[in-house]
């Protein structure tokens, strides 16, 4: 229901009050829940409508950074996280009701976790009686969960909080919040009433959320569904479009949610009359085709055979399918013939196809031939540095390739489902190589195109836009000739394409068309074990492939193709825009933006794929919008251009919000240098950082390995007050070292806290770093002048390459000063103070693996604070989420050299030690050896001696803690002079 305005609210009561999530900020729950929800894949709430958009933040991080910017702390800080985490699901409570959602445990299971006296009262065999209510349930449920130790293990058996019903979820929980802010007038039931009192106290009004980057819409959606008026913009009118279907088709209430599914069940049905009408998807008994698998063809310069290309000849895994290629003499070109039924050695061999490494390879009569693909294209490059080769340049009315060119495309394969089980939920499906009815059938298609392509482009029902060149779009251009976006669409696709559009005249339809350009072009590629397409833009790029998949119509006509869920949104004023983010009109109270940065996608660029569709007679509210490349206005790549673009989209929000607004910035930072060029931008826009946290939202993928994963920085800003200061890095940086301090400890006072009540603490030393990043920037950014310079002017001069300016000294000298408080437990202050740059990241990183920690982003992080210049000789796995140091016992000789880091210092030297123990070497030999080469060995004994207690304590190698304890045993109580 919609919040009603209660008069015992006093409006703009809080109008002066700090947000909440400038104190508090349950971080590490947060990240749990955030890579759960990156985790589900498609099952994530947005992706039905766009999963080629990868970028959306996770839904449940832009809740919470909602929530935090609306409530206001007391004076009990524990009290306020707790009713914090209730709202976000994370209390002990809400996670007994989401994993007795998920059936967490069975009948079994839950008598082993806890005792039950009388398991007949809530058991019939092994599942629950028929009386047994939620509420015995959840009581044994509750007993359950509090046997595991960690939010996560808890958490891991749930639901995501937003797939259980929310009334049920969320009953107990307002009247504690109601209770928690009765001083304040508040009588929430629901979210939307809940935003809405709390918009009353702060700005008179329900609050308005606004997102000038919106991009998949995940920040709109979520500020809408939880009751927050949205203004929502983008450059990009891909991106307005799925913001749009995010907010009127994924957040349908259930009367159109109803409506859209009949409609598209329409669509269905007169896509699948006009395919059947055309007579080219069954074969003469009436099977019908289900897949047709394409590879190119080329000849061979060396022997002027025609040969297939194709990656991998395996074309079902599990039902051992291959394709055989044959030889054919007579007209110097290979038969393809499908096998069914091979064995293991035949399937084996079948992975090699006849493209490897970049090279056409193939054998005829028992010789080998392999000639580069860049040979056969005719790459060269000129003395100017532009490069060309010999493809012919499509032109706009092909849409095959001509007898004459380099590659030719070839069907090789078809999957059909047998015609008495078309129907049935269970389909017998085998696979063939096309018989001549059935490359009638495809000539019979290419007529058809041949036809209408003309006037299916006039009528935009089939693209005619040409492939602007560019950093991504140069691909399809060079390794294939294709110069306009339909050349990426085989004829089948173009022909369903043109059907689908010919039908989905509204805008929810239009839409759902846009989506399955992702299915249906040249670029969808076969998977050989689950038998489906991988989608386009899988990558998020524009190769091409050698070999691809068609789906044939009858997919697109009897799949869901947009999953509707129950995500009713609750918003009443939406605003959706495609314009620049410093070309806003409307006003917002807090600001959440995910903004373009110097690693990001170029979606500029990509989405052009999509655009092409779209350009042409889009339906209202599309038509309002620019469909057409407008990379020149996008903020992109790095430098000068990139921060000029960044301060204009920054004021313009800044001066469209109040003087107690809030905007929440978040980014994926891989370079220090992007902190830097932060401060500058928001400096310049007038704005002051008060708070950061870090959240761990990526997970691992085939497409995210090696040092790619990363997590999210939420960094919280207000206006700058009024008038000029002037500050010189002499008085900053005392300032920057107070304010790191009283932030940290005041966090590390609340983790105490909340350890001793809960037994898991609230921050991790990721957090605890990152508040050190945001007390500098708090301090940096309150001063208009830096050493005489206006920020403004600082922030926008180009900056020379390798130059350290003040600005990079102050926050490296915040994230050093936030590193010195970090001591890993256990190990002296005095000793932290003493050590080098890589012998604090090894052993806090080895006290963080006691913890389980196993996230790379960690490594990455520390490694950055630290001054490490190349944390990879000390890590023993970096994988995303395995990550690991060395062990004492693999770290070899090379690795502790003068050449490295680590080689030259007291810790290095202490490995090598270890090393010589594990071996057999006497610890009076060990010990001589270490007192003679060290000439201050009497000074650092000490320090000697307690890094040795601490490796005793965290190693994860038995053997090494105990020759670490008989080296320390033997430093300690040695004796000079003897």
Known sequence: MHAQTRTSLTPLALKDAPALIETVFPAQ?????????????????????????????????????????????????????????????????????????????????????????????YFSGRGWRRDVTDDDKLELYRQALATFASYEEKASLCKRPEEVDQDWLYAPVWPQVNRHYAHLGIKAHSFPELVEQLGILRYGHRPRVGDTFCGGGSIPFEAARIG?????????????????????????????????????????????????????????????????????????????????MIQDRIISKNRAVIAVLEPDHANRRFNIKVIE?????????ARKGTVQGGDLVYEIDGKSYRTPIKTLRGDYRLPDGSTGNRLRRWEKHDFKPRPEDIFQERLYCIQWIKKETIDAARQETWFAEPTEADLERERKVETIVAKNLTRWQEEGLVPDMAIEPGYNTDQPIRERGWTHWHHLYTPRNLLLMATIKKHARTPDLALLHCGQADWNSKKVRW?????????????????????????????????????????????????????????????????????????????????????AWMRKNPPKPFDEWVWDSRRALAIKGAGEEFRRGMVAAYKAMAEHMPDNGMQCVMFTHQDTGVWSDLIGIFWAAGLQVVAAWYIATETTSELKKGGYVQGTVILMLKKRPAGERTGFKQRILPAVRQEVARQIETMMHLNDTVRAHHGEPVFNDSDLQMAGYAAALKVLTAYTHIGGE????????????????????????????????????????????????????????????????????????????????????????????????????????????????????????????LQQRLEGAEPQVIVEQIKNEMADFLEVRPLLVDMLAFIERKSPEAEVRSAAEVLGARLKNLRFGA
């Open 341 to 349: 039924g091979v064995s293991n050695d035949l399937l084996s061999e």
């Open 228 to 308: 927050c008026d949205v203004y929502a913009s983008d450059l990009n009118p891909i991106a307005c479009m799925l913001t749009w279907g995010a907010l009127n088709i994924i957040g349908a209430n259930p009367q159109r949610r109803a409506e859209l599914e009949q409609a598209q069940r329409e669509l269905a049905v007169a896509v699948d009359a006009e395919i059947i009408r055309f007579g080219i998807e069954h074969d003469e008994q009436g099977n019908r085709a289900k897949a047709y698998l394409y590879c190119l063809e080329t000849r061979c310069p060396e022997t002027g055979w025609k040969v297939p």
């Open 527 to 611: 998977d050989r074990i689950s038998l489906t397409a991988l989608n386009a833009m899988t990558d998020q790029a524009l190769d091409t492939n050698v070999d691809w998949l068609t789906r044939s119509g009858y997919v697109f006509c009897h799949s869901r193709n947009m999953t509707l869920r129950d995500r009713e949104v609750f918003a009443r004023n939406v605003q959706i825009q495609s314009r620049p983010a410093n070309e806003i009109e409307c006003n917002a109270e807090i600001f959440i933006t995910d903004p373009p940065y110097a690693d990001a996608v170029n979606y500029h660029e990509i989405t052009e794929y999509f655009i």
């Open 790 to 913: 206006d920020v403004t002017t600082f922030a926008l001069r180009p900056r020379a390459r390798g130059e350290v300016t003040v600005v990079d000294e102050i926050v490296q000298q915040a994230a050093e000063t936030a590193s010195s408080l970090l001591v890993p437990e256990g190990l002296a202050p005095d000793t932290w103070a003493k050590l080098t740059g890589i012998e604090r990241f090894v052993l806090r990183m080895l006290d963080m693996e006691t913890t389980g920690a196993q996230k790379l982003d960690n490594y990455q992080n520390f490694a950055k604070a630290f001054r490490v210049e190349d944390y990879s000789r000390v890590m023993g796995d970096m994988r995303p989420n395995h990550a690991r140091l060395k062990r004492v016992t693999e770290f070899a000789s090379r690795d502790l050299t003068d050449a490295t880091e680590l080689g030259p210092t007291r810790l290095g030297r202490l490995i090598i030690a």
């Open 29 to 121: 729950k947060v990240s749990f829940e955030a890579q759960t929800e990156r985790g589900a894949g498609r099952g994530q709430t947005l992706t039905s409508i766009g999963s080629y958009w990868k970028g959306r933040k996770p839904l449940i991080l832009v809740r919470a950074i909602v929530l935090g910017s609306l409530l206001p702390p007391t004076d009990d800080a524990e009290a306020d996280l707790a009713i914090f985490e209730k709202l976000m699901a994370f209390d002990d409570e809400a996670l007994a009701r989401r994993a007795l959602a998920a059936n967490a445990f069975s009948a079994t299971k839950l008598q082993e976790l806890i005792p039950i006296s009388d398991p007949e009262r």
